[in-house]
C-alpha cells in the first residue's frame, strides 16, 4: 500500500524559511501527482494553500510556493512568521481517481 | 462563493450505518469543481480520503480501504450528496468533511466538518 510521507515536525525561527517535503514509499512524486498542500489549525478545517505542485489558491500570499525537488513535492513558505503556525498536509493524486493524504506536518514558529 | 455543509447524526451506534449529506449551495456542482468527495479526521489524527463522486453520478471512486463499506450517490435536484458507511465501530469516529475539487486538480474545497461518534 502507497504511503505518502511527510516531516512530523518542523521548527522555524521568525523570518526564517520552511521547507517540507511530501514523498512517497516506494518511487518518485512529480507533476502527474498533483501534489498539493492544505493548512490547518486544530478543530477548523482545511484550507487548500498550493494544488497542482505550484499554483497558489485565491488569496494566499505568495510566501507561500510549492515545487518537486529530488523526487518530492516541496512546501516552502518565506519569511516564517507566528501566524503560520498550523499542520500542513499534502496529498497526492494516485490514479484511477484514488487521492492519498500524507500524515502531516506540525509547523513551530519560535 | 461556493459553500458546502455536512449534516448528519452526531452519534451512530456500532455496528449500524452512519449516514452523511452535504449540500452545496453558492455555485454550480457540474462545472468548475465538479468532482465532490468525502475526507475524514479522526482525533488527533491526519486526513484521510474516503470516496469521490462526479455530478454525472457515473464515477465513483473508494479508498480501497473502506470500499467493502462505503457508498457515495448524488442528487442534483437537491444539490447534495452522500455518505453511507456501513458496519461502523469505533474506529469511524471522525470529523468528516464534504469536499470538491476540479478534474485533475487537488484544489479541494472544504465544508467546516461534523463530527461523527460511533458509541453504543
Not at chain 1, 85 to 92: A, H, I, Q
Not at chain 2, 74 to 101: E, N, P, W
Request: aromatic residues 10%; neutral net charge.
Amino acid at each position: 500500500q502507497t504511503v505518502v510521507t511527510q516531516e512530523p515536525s518542523f521548527s522555524v525561527s521568525p523570518g526564517g524559511t520552511v521547507t517540507l517535503t511530501c514523498g512517497l514509499s516506494s518511487g518518485s512524486v512529480s507533476n502527474s501527482h498533483v501534489p498539493s498542500w492544505y493548512q490547518q489549525t486544530p478543530g477548523q478545517a482545511p484550507r487548500t494553500l498550493i494544488y497542482n505542485t505550484n499554483i497558489r489558491s485565491a488569496g494566499v500570499p505568495d510566501r507561500f510556493s510549492g515545487s518537486i525537488l529530488d523526487n518530492k513535492a516541496v512546501l516552502t513558505i518565506t519569511g516564517a512568521q507566528a501566524d503560520d503556525e498550523f499542520n500542513y498536509y499534502c496529498v497526492l493524486y494516485m490514479g484511477g481517481g484514488l487521492w492519498v493524504f500524507g500524515g502531516g506536518t506540525t509547523v513551530t514558529v519560535l | 462563493q461556493l459553500q458546502l455543509q455536512e449534516s448528519g447524526p452526531g452519534l451512530v451506534k456500532p455496528s449500524e450505518t452512519l449516514s452523511l449529506t452535504c449540500t452545496v449551495s453558492g455555485g454550480s456542482m457540474s462545472s468548475g469543481r465538479s468532482y465532490w468527495d468525502w475526507i475524514r479526521q479522526s482525533p488527533g489524527k491526519g486526513l484521510e480520503w474516503i470516496a469521490t463522486i462526479h455530478y454525472s453520478g457515473a464515477a465513483t471512486y473508494y479508498n480501497p480501504s473502506l470500499k467493502s463499506r462505503v457508498t457515495v450517490s448524488i442528487d442534483m435536484s437537491k444539490s447534495q450528496f452522500s455518505l453511507r458507511l456501513t458496519s461502523v465501530t469505533a474506529a469511524d469516529t471522525a470529523v468528516y468533511y464534504c469536499a470538491g475539487h476540479s478534474p485533475d486538480r487537488g484544489d479541494f474545497h472544504w465544508g467546516q466538518g461534523t463530527l461523527a461518534t460511533v458509541s453504543s
